[in-house]
């Protein structure tokens, strides 16, 4: 297959071939003792190989995005129920002015 298959930020729990990422060490001189990530079935071109230590800073800075927009989320939702208050209240001053109509 010499299809370029695209590797996705951050850890990944499958190779693009849709094995299943293993954790390893490498014991190289140049890397000794440096964890990397890969295909659980093929080792090679195509298949996932990355740094441990790079692909967590790649999860960090993806979660601290989803972060930012969770809390933007918030931020919506509470200005959305302050407005939904906002109608309540008028919603019972309508209720209360008709029901003094009511008994007159
Ligand atoms: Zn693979």
Known sequence: MDIKMEMGPGILRRCPCGALTVVLTSKTKENPGRRFY?????????????WADEAIVE??????????AIENGMLEIKEQVIEFK??????VE???????????
Not at 38 to 50: A, P, Q, S, W, Y
Not at 59 to 68: D, G, R
Not at 86 to 91: A, M, R, S, W
Request: charged share 30%.
């Open 38 to 50: 890969r295909c659980g079935v093929v080792f090679g071109e195509n298949h996932l190989f990355k």
């Open 59 to 68: 999860e960090i800075e993806a979660l601290a995005e989803k972060q930012v």
């Open 86 to 91: 906002k109608d309540l209240t008028e919603i």
């Open 94 to 104: 309508v209720i209360a002015a008709s029901s003094k109509h009511l008994r007159k």
